[in-house]
């Protein structure tokens, strides 16, 4: 295994890094006090769009995108430290135009789209000019187990409806969220995983409500994460994705790059993390002399270094494996990253905010909005225990064969 950085990743991290510096760190207090003003919580603040122009100005945009007609065309291992930079802040990866639910959204449709849902759809997300949301969690029943969707796609002549109720829809209370791609039913009749399909729905169709927006541990997402209605929503036979039946394949293709996109962008949260601890317990005083002098506290800053490296190195592994024998070869460490990644950014954030007492649960630091989103990110993209299942079950796979043999 080869880590080393290409020259044009090399190239594009120092510009990125220096970018951070500059931007997009002092650039948070702005960006939450502009929020906080607002008419709409979910608005794109006026900071946030002229970082996003600047990037855009310099190059650093569309740096998720592997295949190169749509975006940089860098590898996974290419991409992966550019992505923990940008995950050391919670409004980084957006400057870029590298934030979920979009990229895995661009990635769908650069895969299986259509000419024409490529025109209309992919060419203005790139540009930024819009937002999409997916939709695909349903309140209930256990979607992590996509057999037991209960949201009904079906013809009707020349078009489809679509009827079901979901939830968790991130992105939906954007106002520049234009597009809708929905995963439900077509065939229940079909075998267990043939029977899902994707549809791509302007997010102006009559009949799409939205009931309300879920805030996430007290904390309400700017992009809004909507509890949905569709109602004999109709949208033409065009706008399927991919074929009927072929919406679990898609949701596959679509979820291992975006999870090897949250464990770099995790391990940035853990870096953040463990730079405000360390500058935290050098700078007070308790008990005779500075936090940084108790054994604890030491204790703790070695074990955060010691995880986040350990993190790392497996997520470059992964990266290293998807680049060079594929999605399919790579799933069990895609799987174990998605576990290990949100795991130690918790326990790092975790730490940082016992060393920071008090101004560690406020929002005097970034500390309590990472305290949730490393905790809710552990439900995300499939629950942990999905991810362990996977990983278990290719672990017994082994002594299957052995034992056959």
Request: charged share 25%; glycine share 8%; net charge negative.
């Amino acid at each position: 295994m080869d880590f080393d950085l290409s020259p044009r990743a090399r190239e594009l991290r120092d510009r990125l890094a220096a970018f951070m510096d500059r931007y997009v760190y002092p650039g948070e207090a702005v960006y939450d006090r502009q929020i906080a003003e607002a008419d709409d919580p979910h608005a794109l603040p006026p900071v946030m769009r002229e970082m996003k122009e600047k990037a855009r100005a310099e190059g650093l945009w569309n740096l998720f995108m592997s295949h190169g007609d749509w975006g940089a065309g860098l590898a996974n291992l290419e991409y992966a430290p550019l992505a923990e930079l940008m995950g050391r802040s919670i409004i980084g990866p957006e400057v870029f135009n590298c934030s979920a639910p979009d990229t895995g959204n661009m990635e769908l449709l650069a895969l299986f789209g259509t000419p024409e849902q490529r025109r209309r759809w992919l060419r203005p997300l790139l540009d930024a000019e819009i937002r999409s949301c997916f939709a695909m969690t349903e309140p209930d029943v256990a979607s992590s187990d996509p057999r037991n969707l209960r949201t009904r796609i079906t013809r009707d002549g020349d078009d489809y409806l679509v009827n079901g109720h979901k939830w968790f829809t991130s992105g939906i209370l954007d106002p520049d969220c234009k597009l809708i791609i929905l995963m439900g039913v077509t065939d229940p009749d079909a075998p267990s995983y043939r029977r899902q399909s994707m549809v791509l729905i302007p997010r102006d169709t009559p009949g799409v409500t939205v009931l309300r927006d879920l805030p996430m541990f007290g904390y309400t997402d700017r992009l809004g994460h909507g509890e949905v209605l569709f109602e004999d929503v109709r949208v033409p036979a065009a706008n399927l994705l991919g074929g009927e039946g072929e919406g679990f394949a898609l949701a596959q293709g679509r979820l291992g790059p975006g999870r090897m996109h949250y464990a770099m962008r995790a391990v940035g949260f853990a870096e953040r993390a463990l730079d405000l601890m360390c500058r935290r317990v050098l700078t007070r005083e308790a008990f005779g002399g500075p936090l940084a002098e108790q054994g604890v506290v030491r204790e703790w800053i070695a074990r955060s270094r010691i995880e986040i490296e350990q993190l790392r190195l497996l997520v470059l592994k992964s990266a290293w494996l998807m680049d060079t024998v594929g999605n399919a070869a790579a799933r069990m460490e895609v799987a174990a990253i998605k576990v290990a990644a949100l795991d130690v950014a918790h326990r790092v954030v975790d730490r940082a905010v016992q060393a920071h007492g008090a101004a560690g649960v406020c929002d005097d630091t970034v500390l309590a909005r990472l305290f949730a989103i490393t905790r809710a990110l552990r439900i995300a993209d499939g629950p942990d225990e999905v991810h362990l299942r996977t990983v278990a079950r290719q672990e017994l796979a082994k002594y299957t064969k052995e034992k056959a043999a």
